[in-house]
């Protein structure tokens, strides 16, 4: 969790919790410092400057702050340990990045639950879906259940969380086996 405000409130929550480990660090493709965009409401802080399209009534920008960014392939995450492993990337408009720093780990992953974007939300860079499929296709993930959020903004899809699985999965969602 890069944003300082959410990384203190997942301390405290999982101090105790030995299975939990909490890093103050954004993901993407590589190792490096960012400048980082504090939201009023942490869930949409990001890396990526907002598009002049996204509507402030929803979204309010605050400050900015460096923070450490890695990539998932560089933490030592034991997948083999669990039955079933699920990555869930919510990274406002950074899941390519994301995606890409994770290329090592996406084999060992079972299921992805990606928030995606449909519509350019984020300036000068295109909408994440086609790109996060192709990435996720080569790890033999497929997108297999796209989350709906109702109309309250209009009937069209700008942004869904979309479940990807493992391609050997797809039938047994589907209840083919």
């Known amino acids: 969790e890069p944003d300082p405000r959410a990384f203190a409130v997942y301390q405290r929550r999982f101090a105790d919790n030995p299975k939990v480990a909490v890093h103050n660090v954004a993901l993407s493709d590589g190792r490096r410092q960012a400048t980082f ?5 942490t869930v949409y802080s990001t ?3 907002y598009a002049d ?3 402030d ?3 309010r920008m605050g400050d900015e702050c460096v923070v450490s960014v890695d990539c998932l392939d560089s933490f030592n ?3 083999d340990r669990y ?3 699920v990555l869930k990337i919510d990274v406002q408009g950074h899941e390519v990045e994301a995606l890409a720093g994770a290329i090592k780990t996406l084999p ?3 299921m992805v639950l990606a928030e995606l974007a449909f519509a350019g939300e984020y300036e000068n860079k295109p909408p994440s879906f086609a790109s996060a499929c192709e990435l996720l296709r080569d790890a033999g993930l497929f997108p297999a259940i ?3 959020y109702g109309r309250e903004l209009g009937p069209y899809a700008f942004e869904r969380d979309v479940l990807f699985v493992r391609g050997d999965r797809l039938n047994q969602i589907y209840g083919w086996m």
Not at 37 to 41: I, P
């Open 57 to 59: 009534r929803f979204i």
């Open 108 to 110: 060992n992953v079972d």
């Open 146 to 148: 796209f989350q709906c």
């Open 77 to 79: 995450l034991q997948a």
């Open 53 to 55: 399209t996204q509507d």
């Open 37 to 41: 965009r504090l939201a009023e409401n």
């Open 47 to 49: 890396l990526e400057a």
């Open 83 to 85: 039955t079933t492993v």
